[in-house]
C-alpha cells in the first residue's frame, strides 16, 4: 500500500494504459481521480470518475480548483490522454495537425500548468508525462503524433528544473511505450502488428498493465532521486 494517504490524478484513465495505472494506484492505497472526455467504464475503491476535455483551458482549471478543494494533498498527475490522427505529411488537414496539438501538448500543458504549481506549493509531488517510442524515432504517417510526443521531452526537463528549483520535491519524468496491445492497436492488421512485434528483442508486443507499471513506479517514492528522465519501456525496440 505505498501510496497510502496520497491523491493521485490520472488523464486518460477510461481504457488502456491509464485504466491500468488508476487500478494499480487505487489498489495500494491512492484516492484516484479518474479522468476522461469518455465515461469512465468501471467502478473500484478508491476511485472517483471526473468528465474532462483537457484540451479545454478553462474546464482544465476548473477541474484543477475541484480537486484542489476536494483533497488534502494533490500528490501524481499522470498525463496519459492522447489521440491519433494519422496521414501522411502532405495529406495532413489542419484539423488533424491541431486536435492532435490541443489533446496530446495543450493538454499536458492546461492540468500541469496547475497541478505542478500546487506541488511546489505543498513541498513535493510526482508528474510522469506519458511520451512515446514514435516521440524518439519518429513515424510515417503521424507527424503530428510524432511532434507532440518528442515535444513531451523537452516540458518534462523544464518542468523538473522548475518545480523544484525552491527546494521542492517535485519530480517530474516521461515514459515513452513502443507498440503496446491497446484498443487502438486491436485495429490494426496482423501483419503490421507482426512486423511491430519483430522490431523488439523480445519478439512480441507489450501488454498496458506492463506500461502502467513503470509509471507507477516513477510516480512512487521508490524513484524519489529519478527527475527529468525518459524511461523507454519498448521491449528492447531500436537496440
Not at 501510496?3 to 490524478?9: D, I
Not at 529519478?226 to 519501456?233: A, E, K, P, W, Y
Request: charged share 20%.
Amino acid at each position: 500500500m505505498r501510496f497510502n494517504g496520497k491523491t493521485a490524478v490520472v488523464t486518460g484513465a477510461a481504457a488502456g494504459i491509464g485504466r491500468c495505472v488508476a487500478e494499480m494506484l487505487a489498489a495500494q492505497g491512492a484516492k484516484v481521480c479518474a479522468v476522461d472526455i469518455a465515461d469512465i467504464p468501471y467502478q473500484a475503491d478508491g476511485i472517483k470518475a471526473y468528465k474532462l476535455n483537457v484540451a479545454d483551458s478553462a474546464a482544465c482549471k476548473a477541474f484543477y480548483d475541484q480537486a484542489a478543494g476536494e483533497y488534502e494533498s494533490l500528490d501524481i498527475l499522470i498525463n496519459n490522454a492522447g489521440i491519433t490522427r494519422d496521414a501522411m505529411t502532405a495529406k495532413m488537414t489542419d484539423e488533424q495537425w491541431d486536435l492532435v496539438m490541443d489533446v496530446n501538448l495543450k493538454g499536458i500543458f492546461n492540468l500541469t500548468r496547475h497541478f505542478g504549481p500546487h506541488m511546489e506549493r505543498q513541498g513535493g509531488g510526482a508528474i510522469v508525462n506519458i511520451s512515446s517510442v514514435v516521440g524518439e524515432f519518429g513515424n510515417i504517417g503521424q507527424a503530428n503524433y510524432a511532434a507532440t510526443k518528442a515535444a513531451v521531452y523537452g516540458l518534462t526537463k523544464t518542468w523538473a528544473k522548475e518545480f523544484a528549483r525552491k527546494g521542492a520535491a517535485v519530480r517530474v519524468n516521461a515514459v515513452s511505450p513502443g507498440y503496446t496491445m491497446t484498443d487502438i492497436l486491436k485495429t490494426v492488421p496482423q501483419d503490421l502488428l507482426d512486423k511491430f512485434a519483430a522490431q523488439t528483442m523480445l519478439g512480441r508486443l507489450g501488454q498496458p498493465e506492463e506500461i502502467a507499471k513503470a509509471i507507477v513506479f516513477l510516480a512512487s517514492d521508490e524513484a524519489s532521486y529519478i527527475t527529468g528522465h525518459n524511461l523507454s519501456v519498448n521491449g528492447g525496440m531500436r537496440l
